[in-house]
């Protein structure tokens, strides 16, 4: 079955930043699905936080508006998450997958933020 791949994640301070990235397996094109990062709370609750259009188009949730920052490289068959000025609040797992969620969920990646 496939399954994406996360990473990227790790432990940082309030303010920081970190980079989290998303790839593939070539048998998949993720240029044909509108693709969305998902935080897995504390508290256990999937929350999609921000989402891109198979053509670019990008929307994000009201906690993360202005911080972070969701790209995708289609030759590279990979999907990015830029977090700025993060906040403690955003600490979890971090997982990738289509909007309509059509791949098994990966083991994510972790975020820390520390206050």
């Known amino acids: 079955q496939v399954q994406l791949v996360n990473s990227g994640g790790g432990l940082v301070q309030t303010g920081g930043s970190l980079r989290l990235s998303c790839a593939a397996p070539g048998s998949i094109s993720l240029s044909h699905y509108d693709m969305a990062w998902y935080h897995r709370t504390p508290g256990n609750r999937r929350d999609l936080v921000a989402r891109?259009?198979?053509?670019?188009?990008?929307l994000y949730d009201d906690s993360v508006k202005g911080r972070f920052a969701i790209s995708r490289d289609n030759t590279s068959n990979a999907l990015y998450l830029q977090m700025n000025n993060l906040k403690p609040e955003d600490t979890g797992l971090y997982y990738c997958?289509?909007?309509?969620?059509?791949?098994?969920w990966g083991q994510g990646t972790r975020v820390t933020v520390s206050s």
């Open positions: 997958n289509s909007v309509d969620v059509a791949f098994p």
């Open positions: 891109i259009t198979s053509d670019g188009s990008v």
